[in-house]
């Protein structure tokens, strides 16, 4: 997508109608889906809703900072890049495409364990600021390999995924006969009329695996399908809070563990030595009917009490969602599908065009809140909304 094209698409929702053209529909649902019948992939949107913004008048907006830091590092706007596996499946920009326009804009980039580029190639392609995404693998040697291969990297931050023990399903990928990778089937011959250059790119590019563990598994074979089984049998359903001390003292360094949604967890982490929680459901994509991501903020915050930052992971698509989780206590906010979305519409200048859009959004929106600087975000800004839902009967006359 050309940068004139890119420029005519004003929202994040916008970026995913392109991306939705562009892609093979397996594809597309890979990244847009999530567990069973989405209940948590919708209740992360809806979550957003239920809050009003409250906006103070005749405040002085001419100068409008959105600057932070997050574990200690200095972001130009609240928003982080979350983690997704094989992002090169969307455009051959990939995962260093994402990060090179992430830190253009300012910001952070969160490389996945599942990704399909290296730590290294992330880190020779891009000068940081990288965090790293990793799960408590069944053979811990791996897990201590991949702390030294981030050290001598320069990855800033670890961040523990704990909300897989087990996969979760998404009934899109079964229905469309997702595999990975995606195979030249006759359906996908007659999809790549349809979506030439996706399969143009796909086809004359190195095909995307998991570069992270290229060489494991099966006789040292690369191919996607090979790593994925390795990969599938690495996941270790029997991970306690010990695995989580262990390894906050064998990192030494800015610790956040992504996946929480109860406020005792979170407090437990903070006990443990953990400097970030990310307040997340996978993006709706583990288990559905879990409590949406805004919805377990308040009393996640509420637990910690400033002992740790709080991220708010899931659902963002607007600036008025980060104005609205920063007010309920959230230091920043990770985005996923948001980019991803940008990503496939336009490779690593449609990332930046999908951060370009957010961060003038949450300008927009601190100006006319009457609310100048990110850090003074509070409750008064909101007021939540009386669910019709939840009065009782004999009330409603
Ligand atoms: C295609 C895709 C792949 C993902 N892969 C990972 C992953 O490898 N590790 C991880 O911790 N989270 C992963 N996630 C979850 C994201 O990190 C993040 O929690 C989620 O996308 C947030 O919701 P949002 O997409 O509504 O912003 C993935 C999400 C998507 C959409």
Same mark, same amino acid.
């Given at each position: 997508?050309?940068?004139?094209r890119?420029?005519?698409?004003?929202?994040v929702a916008?970026l995913?109608?392109?991306?939705?053209?562009?892609?093979?529909?397996?594809?597309?649902?890979?990244?847009?889906?999530g567990?069973?019948?989405?209940?948590t992939m919708?209740?992360?949107s809806t979550?957003f809703?239920?809050y009003?913004l409250?906006?103070?008048t005749?405040?002085?907006?001419?100068?409008?900072?959105?600057?932070?830091?997050v574990?200690?590092?200095?972001?130009?706007?609240?928003?982080?890049?979350?983690?997704t596996?094989?992002?090169r499946?969307? %455009?051959?920009?990939?995962?260093?495409?994402v990060?090179?326009a992430?830190?253009?804009?300012?910001?952070?980039y969160?490389?996945?364990?599942?990704?399909?580029t290296?730590?290294?190639?992330?880190?020779?392609?891009?000068?940081?600021p990288?965090?790293?995404?990793?799960?408590v693998?069944?053979?811990?040697?791996?897990?201590r390999?991949?702390?030294?291969?981030?050290?001598?990297?320069?990855y800033?931050?670890?961040?523990?995924?704990?909300?897989?023990?087990?996969?979760?399903?998404?009934?899109r990928d079964?229905?469309?006969g997702?595999?990975m990778?995606?195979?030249?089937?006759?359906?996908?011959i007659?999809?790549?009329?349809? %979506?030439?250059?996706?399969?143009?790119?796909?086809?004359?590019?190195?095909?995307?695996?998991?570069?992270?563990?290229?060489?494991?598994?099966d006789?040292?074979r690369a191919?996607a399908?090979?790593?994925g089984?390795?990969?599938?049998s690495q996941f270790d359903?029997?991970?306690?809070?010990?695995?989580?001390?262990?390894?906050?003292?064998?990192?030494?360094g800015?610790?956040?563990?992504?996946?929480?949604?109860?406020?005792?967890?979170?407090?437990?982490a903070?006990?443990?030595?953990v400097d970030?929680?990310?307040?997340s459901?996978h993006?709706?994509r583990q288990?559905?009917?879990?409590?949406?991501?805004?919805?377990?903020?308040?009393?996640?915050v509420?637990?910690?009490?400033?002992?740790v930052?709080?991220?708010?992971?899931?659902g963002v698509?607007?600036?008025t969602?980060v104005?609205?989780?920063?007010?309920?206590?959230?230091?920043?906010?990770?985005?996923?599908?948001?980019?991803?979305?940008g990503?496939?519409?336009?490779?690593?200048?449609?990332?930046?065009?999908?951060?370009?859009?957010?961060?003038t959004?949450?300008?927009?929106a601190l100006a006319?809140?009457?609310?100048?600087?990110?850090?003074d975000?509070d409750?008064?800004?909101?007021?939540?909304r009386?669910?019709a839902?939840?009065?009782p009967?004999h009330?409603?006359h």
């Amino acid at each position: 997508m050309t940068q004139r094209r890119l420029a005519r698409c004003h929202s994040v929702a916008d970026l995913r109608r392109a991306a939705k053209r562009r892609l093979p529909r397996a594809v597309f649902d890979f990244a847009d889906g999530g567990a069973e019948d989405e209940t948590t992939m919708q209740r992360n949107s809806t979550g957003f809703d239920r809050y009003d913004l409250l906006p103070r008048t005749l405040v002085d907006v001419a100068d409008v900072r959105l600057a932070t830091t997050v574990l200690g590092q200095p972001v130009e706007f609240p928003v982080i890049l979350a983690p997704t596996g094989m992002t090169r499946l969307f %455009h051959p920009d990939g995962e260093s495409g994402v990060a090179r326009a992430a830190h253009r804009a300012g910001t952070i980039y969160t490389l996945s364990a599942m990704s399909s580029t290296s730590v290294e190639d992330l880190g020779a392609a891009t000068s940081g600021p990288n965090w790293f995404q990793i799960y408590v693998w069944r053979d811990r040697g791996v897990v201590r390999e991949f702390f030294s291969r981030c050290r001598e990297s320069g990855y800033h931050a670890l961040c523990l995924t704990v909300d897989v023990p087990v996969l979760g399903q998404r009934e899109r990928d079964l229905r469309n006969g997702m595999t990975m990778p995606p195979r030249l089937t006759a359906s996908a011959i007659l999809d790549a009329a349809l %979506h030439p250059n996706w399969w143009w790119r796909f086809l004359t590019n190195r095909r995307p695996t998991f570069e992270n563990v290229v060489g494991r598994g099966d006789a040292g074979r690369a191919d996607a399908s090979v790593l994925g089984t390795y990969v599938n049998s690495q996941f270790d359903p029997s991970v306690t809070w010990d695995d989580l001390a262990w390894m906050v003292s064998e990192w030494e360094g800015p610790f956040a563990v992504k996946g929480i949604s109860r406020p005792e967890d979170a407090r437990r982490a903070a006990d443990l030595g953990v400097d970030g929680v990310i307040v997340s459901n996978h993006g709706g994509r583990q288990l559905d009917t879990a409590i949406g991501a805004l919805d377990a903020l308040p009393a996640i915050v509420a637990a910690v009490d400033g002992a740790v930052e709080i991220i708010l992971d899931g659902g963002v698509r607007r600036g008025t969602d980060v104005v609205k989780a920063l007010a309920l206590g959230a230091r920043g906010c990770m985005i996923g599908r948001s980019y991803l979305y940008g990503l496939a519409a336009g490779g690593e200048p449609g990332v930046e065009r999908s951060l370009e859009l957010l961060r003038t959004e949450i300008r927009r929106a601190l100006a006319l809140v009457g609310c100048p600087d990110v850090a003074d975000l509070d409750m008064t800004f909101l007021r939540e909304r009386v669910d019709a839902a939840r009065v009782p009967a004999h009330a409603v006359h």
